[in-house]
């Protein structure tokens, strides 16, 4: 594909990164978006999201002419469909209705010859949903799923691979599955990506695709829910799981990984559930590390009601409303400013549901509380050491490697000295 027009869909953690590499490459993009603030932040060359690298890739775009935002899609040569994709619910259904959206919203501005590409991580199926939503609106143009190579729009399925704060690097050296629904579709996608990507762009199809990136993350969760616990189960027997790992990692063939608060983030969180949604007969392993983990939460609300309840007993003129907790970090990893599905949130949430005493929160990478946590107090690291019991959730840079409080402590990342 020789000087294309790309419009990316979405200019969120991974579509403004995505629209600022193709502008480094002197490539005209279109960024879309819903968000009116986002969009003009972006047109003056700033960003609305924390990633290293990225403030300085999207100015260099923006000032240079290869790189606009608007909330109305224009027309382009191939467009990269990044959307959020939530559950619908409590029951852990994939809602696809973002995905709708931006199909209906870039259908009346399709050509013949043009490349559609959802980025979007989805459950199996949903790029030849995708497909069928654009072929509804635009009866007039042929789509894979009925005409096959000859179709007038091309459809694949990318799903992105990168790692929250290394963003900007992963891009462009990480291999790229590239699912077409038919191999001229394929093709066309691996093209685009050629732009930029240096890493191997592995071609199959559209449902492999979907189900590599599920697959990837459930992998992770699977071994993050055996750690998670193997944690709960040495506490109850009295045993430093973090000297236990160390232990049992020394065996060639073990590699255990580190135990937290929970799993949280806009994929390892999700993506199992939508295996399970698929097929809720067959993944009995991948529903019960989602179980696990999505539980342990609740467990370290336990062990903070513990700790009050310490304090109190070696503070017998005090009551709840006395006891002061210091929650340290929210994001949902470390030295990122990314709260989505954090399971440090939840619990910092539900602590200041029950807690009569007032909640602190310690939160490097962020200027203000989202609303959802009105009620709690976002105070600098030095401001916290008022608090009665602490509470380590997320071990950013600023909290590593530091003297643990002396008051009552919960690490849950084994990031604090002594």
């Given at each position: 594909?020789?000087?294309?027009?790309?419009?990316?869909?979405?200019?969120?953690?991974?579509?403004?990164?995505?629209?600022?590499?193709?502008?480094?490459?002197?490539?005209?993009?279109?960024?879309?978006?819903?968000?009116?603030?986002?969009?003009?932040?972006?047109?003056?060359?700033?960003?609305?999201?924390?990633?290293?690298?990225?403030?300085?890739?999207?100015?260099?775009?923006?000032?240079?002419?290869?790189?606009?935002?608007?909330?109305?899609?224009?027309?382009?040569?191939?467009?990269?469909?990044?959307?959020?994709?939530?559950f619908r619910g409590d029951d852990h259904d994939p809602d696809l209705s973002y995905i709708e959206a931006a199909a209906r919203a870039i259908a009346p501005v399709l050509q013949a010859g043009n490349l559609v590409v959802l980025e979007s991580t989805s459950p199996v199926g949903a790029t030849e949903q995708?497909?069928?939503?654009?072929?509804?609106?635009?009866?007039?143009?042929?789509?894979?799923?009925?005409?096959?190579?000859?179709?007038?729009?091309?459809?694949a399925h990318c799903p992105e691979r990168v790692l929250p704060g290394k963003v900007m690097q992963e891009l462009i050296h990480n291999d790229r599955v590239i699912g077409g629904m038919t191999p001229k579709c394929s093709a066309a996608a691996v093209a685009l990506y050629k732009i930029f990507v240096d890493?191997?762009?592995?071609?199959?199809?559209?449902?492999?695709?979907?189900?590599?990136?599920?697959?990837?993350?459930?992998?992770?969760?699977?071994?993050?829910?055996?750690?998670?616990?193997?944690?709960?189960?040495?506490?109850?027997?009295?045993?430093?799981?973090?000297?236990?790992?160390?232990?049992?990692?020394?065996?060639?063939?073990?590699?255990?990984?580190?135990?937290?608060?929970?799993?949280?983030?806009?994929?390892?969180?999700?993506?199992?559930?939508?295996?399970?949604?698929?097929?809720?007969?067959?993944?009995?392993?991948?529903?019960?590390?989602?179980?696990?983990?999505?539980?342990?939460?609740?467990?370290?609300?336990?062990?903070?009601?513990?700790?009050?309840?310490?304090?109190?007993?070696?503070?017998?003129?005090?009551?709840?409303?006395?006891?002061?907790?210091?929650?340290?970090?929210?994001?949902?990893?470390?030295?990122?400013?990314?709260?989505?599905?954090?399971?440090?949130?939840?619990?910092?949430?539900?602590?200041?549901?029950?807690?009569?005493?007032?909640?602190?929160?310690?939160?490097?990478?962020?200027?203000?509380?989202?609303?959802?946590?009105?009620?709690?107090?976002?105070?600098?690291?030095?401001?916290?050491?008022?608090?009665?019991?602490?509470?380590?959730?997320?071990?950013?840079?600023?909290?590593?490697?530091?003297?643990?409080?002396?008051?009552?402590?919960?690490?849950?990342?084994?990031?604090?000295?002594?």
């Amino acid at each position: 594909m020789t000087s294309p027009t790309i419009s990316v869909i979405g200019l969120g953690y991974i579509g403004l990164p995505t629209a600022a590499m193709f502008a480094s490459r002197k490539v005209k993009v279109i960024g879309v978006d819903v968000n009116v603030k986002a969009v003009e932040t972006i047109n003056r060359g700033e960003i609305h999201i924390v990633e290293p690298d990225l403030d300085i890739a999207v100015h260099a775009a923006v000032t240079e002419g290869f790189l606009h935002a608007t909330t109305t899609p224009e027309p382009a040569d191939a467009f990269l469909i990044a959307v959020p994709t939530p559950f619908r619910g409590d029951d852990h259904d994939p809602d696809l209705s973002y995905i709708e959206a931006a199909a209906r919203a870039i259908a009346p501005v399709l050509q013949a010859g043009n490349l559609v590409v959802l980025e979007s991580t989805s459950p199996v199926g949903a790029t030849e949903q995708l497909a069928e939503w654009l072929a509804a609106a635009r009866p007039d143009l042929s789509f894979p799923q009925a005409a096959g190579e000859a179709s007038d729009i091309r459809v694949a399925h990318c799903p992105e691979r990168v790692l929250p704060g290394k963003v900007m690097q992963e891009l462009i050296h990480n291999d790229r599955v590239i699912g077409g629904m038919t191999p001229k579709c394929s093709a066309a996608a691996v093209a685009l990506y050629k732009i930029f990507v240096d890493g191997e762009c592995v071609v199959t199809n559209a449902r492999t695709a979907e189900m590599a990136k599920l697959t990837e993350n459930s992998f992770r969760d699977v071994n993050i829910a055996f750690a998670n616990e193997l944690s709960m189960i040495c506490d109850k027997l009295n045993i430093d799981v973090w000297e236990l790992i160390a232990l049992a990692n020394r065996h060639p063939r073990v590699n255990i990984l580190q135990p937290g608060p929970g799993v949280g983030g806009h994929c390892i969180a999700v993506d199992p559930w939508f295996i399970v949604s698929k097929t809720p007969d067959e993944a009995h392993l991948i529903r019960t590390a989602r179980e696990v983990n999505d539980a342990k939460p609740h467990w370290v609300l336990d062990k903070i009601k513990e700790a009050i309840a310490r304090h109190l007993d070696a503070n017998p003129g005090q009551n709840e409303a006395d006891v002061t907790v210091a929650c340290y970090g929210l994001a949902f990893k470390p030295d990122i400013d990314d709260l989505r599905e954090s399971p440090a949130v939840e619990i910092v949430k539900a602590l200041s549901q029950t807690h009569l005493g007032q909640v602190l929160a310690v939160e490097p990478n962020i200027e203000a509380l989202p609303v959802e946590l009105n009620g709690i107090k976002l105070v600098r690291q030095n401001e916290a050491g008022i608090a009665n019991v602490h509470v380590l959730l997320v071990d950013h840079r600023e909290f590593r490697g530091r003297n643990k409080p002396s008051q009552c402590v919960i690490d849950c990342r084994n990031a604090w000295k002594n």
